[in-house]
């Protein structure tokens, strides 16, 4: 599972809408303790569908955003 941060609530709102828009099922979810970024809440992608996702909030003009994978037990910052 691969989760999107972004700087606000409202950014993760419009995040959400062209995500399903594109056909991409994703999901608004608190963001996990673990993370100390963004505003609170974040987008769940399904693995495999994480790039695409980029790609259409970049081409959306929402681009301060940052990409988390869980690993094991933690949640681990993928470059974008």
Known sequence: ????????????????????????????????????AGCGICIRVKDGEEAHAITILVENKITEVELYIKQEFQWVKKNL
């Open 1 to 36: 599972m691969h989760i999107v941060t972004f700087i606000s609530a409202n950014h993760a709102i419009k995040g959400e809408k062209v995500l399903l828009e594109a056909g991409i099922n994703v999901a608004i979810m608190p963001l996990p303790q673990e993370i100390r």
